[in-house]
């Protein structure tokens, strides 16, 4: 079992479309990250969380450490924001420990 | 400037080739990490440097070889190579090397195609 685990795998929604995606962990953490890639690319840190919410725009991250889970949130989805979202956790030092990504398609 | 720069973009080289990557930082980060990504999975951490030092190598080929030659560079040496190391190669930096606090930065990567 994954240290990191999230879902769904892929990701299919329409334009304006409210999307969720899961992670749950199973080490004790310091931190938990977002990250976007697309297709080809680098990735884009989103948020890096620790307790509660933080919302930055369309989206939203929120996390609960009693119960080792993350979500995040985008709302009214737009095709750009066709990606692989990645949730990745810090756990001790500067190392993170990355999830098999969210693929997500957004169609118009 | 709080961007993560990779140079090249693209890079095909023959195994018999030496190469290398290039990563600069101007955000004063005193973490900087080497990734390598294979597509569809997640990046897998090959180095990390703190304060210029190497502090974890995630026993990694000596094919690859990296340099830090101050605070704001990262090199990755290739010699060598097999064609299972095509990836992309990501760099990164964080400003606490003991916690990664204040978040990470990463570049565009590298796309490495060995033939």
């Known amino acids: 079992k994954n240290e990191v685990e999230q879902s769904p795998q892929n990701l299919t929604a329409q334009e304006g479309e409210f999307i969720t995606i899961n992670c749950s962990y199973s080490v004790g953490i310091s931190a938990l990250h977002w990250l976007q890639q697309h297709p080809g690319g680098g990735i884009v840190s989103l948020f890096m969380l620790s307790s509660g919410k933080k919302k930055h725009g369309r989206l939203i991250a929120t996390i609960n450490i009693q119960e080792k889970h993350s979500s995040l949130h985008i709302t009214a989805s737009h095709p750009r924001d066709s990606a692989v979202y990645i949730c990745?956790?810090?756990?001790?030092?500067?190392?993170?420990?990355f999830g098999e990504g969210t693929q997500l398609t957004v169609n118009p | 400037d709080t961007e993560v720069t990779q140079t090249p973009k693209h890079l095909v080289m023959g195994m018999t080739n030496k190469k290398s990557l290039k990563c600069e930082q101007h955000?004063?980060?005193?973490?900087m990490y080497w990734y390598k990504q294979k597509a569809k999975k997640p990046p897998e951490l090959m180095f990390v440097y703190s304060y210029e030092k190497l502090s974890i190598n995630e026993s990694v080929p000596s094919r690859f070889s990296p340099e830090c030659p101050n605070s704001s560079l990262l090199n990755l040496h290739l010699h060598a190579l097999q064609p299972e190391d095509s990836a992309l190669y990501l760099c990164?930096?964080?400003?606490?090397?003991?916690?990664?606090?204040?978040?990470?930065?990463f570049g565009s990567g590298t796309r490495l195609t060995v033939v």
């Open positions: 955000m004063g980060h005193r973490a």
């Open positions: 990164a930096s964080s400003q606490d090397p003991g916690t990664g606090a204040l978040g990470y930065t």
């Open positions: 990745a956790v810090r756990a001790s030092g500067s190392r993170l420990t």
